[in-house]
T-cell receptor, first 116, second 118 residues
Framework: AQSVTQLGSHVSVSEGALVLLRCNYS??????LFWYVQYPNQGLQLLLK??????LVKGINGFEAEFKKSETSFHLTKPSAHMSDAAEYFC??????????????FGQGTRLTINP | GAGVSQSPSNKVTEKGKDVELRCDPI?????LYWYRQSLGQGLEFLIY????????KSGLPSDRFSAERTGGSVSTLTIQRTQQEDSAVYLC????????????????FGPGTRLLVL
């Protein structure tokens, strides 16, 4: 079964600094990978996803992630943090690659804090 | 509608009572999912509906949990004889087609229902 590990439950960076949120996955088949963001008292919003093709994926709000098969990683980055980026971020892998339920398996989440 | 909506936004109940949580998916979306977000377990898949197919209930934690989807649109998640460990945020998501071959669609999430069992 697939699994996702997010290193660091809390990450704090200064405004304008690089944001790096780490995600490693375990999968016996080529994975489909996702990053979601959750703002306080809101649902999950898709930031970006990797399915096939280019391994560097660009998403909304200036975020991007790179799929590295050799490292089984899908780290999320943003060159310059903004105060509005403060939220919880979830990495997820799709457990089912055959026709049927798209069960997303989520990591435990990383809470990002931005310091002024 | 414009997005996935859920009701109620918050629910406080007493241990042993039954609760019903409602989800209205995005209009035209045929696939609907329920997830649970709790402190101890993170985000967990519960159940999946795809069109008229039998639902995938493999994530339901016990037989106290059930869900139905009427008319291929609105879904209700029911928890019978609630326990304190059922306290969590219940998230609903929908996607246009679900899984069609190997094409992976985006799941759009609602704001969730925060359930507290006293």
């Amino acid at each position: 079964a697939q699994s996702v590990t997010q290193l660091g439950s809390h990450v704090s960076v200064s405004e304008g600094a690089l944001v790096l949120l780490r995600c490693n996955y375990s999968s016996s088949v080529p994975p489909y990978l996702f990053w979601y963001v959750q703002y306080p008292n809101q649902g999950l919003q898709l930031l970006l996803k990797y399915t096939t093709g280019a391994t560097l994926v660009k998403g909304i709000n200036g975020f991007e992630a790179e799929f590295k098969k050799s490292e089984t990683s899908f780290h999320l980055t943003k060159p310059s943090a903004h105060m509005s980026d403060a939220a919880e971020y979830f990495c997820a892998v799709n457990e089912s690659l055959i026709q049927g339920a798209q069960k997303l398996v989520f990591g435990q989440g990383t809470r990002l804090t931005i310091n002024p | 509608g414009a997005g996935v909506s859920q009701s109620p936004s918050n629910k406080v109940t007493e241990k042993g009572k039954d609760v019903e949580l409602r989800c209205d998916p995005i209009s035209g979306h045929t696939a609907l999912y329920w997830y649970r977000q709790s402190l101890g377990q993170g985000l967990e898949f519960l159940i999946y509906f795809q069109g008229n197919s039998a639902p995938d209930k493999s994530g339901l934690p016990s037989d106290r949990f059930s869900a139905e989807r009427t008319g291929g649109s609105v879904s209700t998640l029911t928890i019978q004889r609630t326990q304190q460990e059922d306290s969590a945020v219940y998230l609903c998501a929908s996607s246009l087609h679900g899984s069609v071959g190997l094409y992976q669609e985006t799941q759009y999430f609602g704001p969730g229902t925060r359930l507290l069992v006293l």
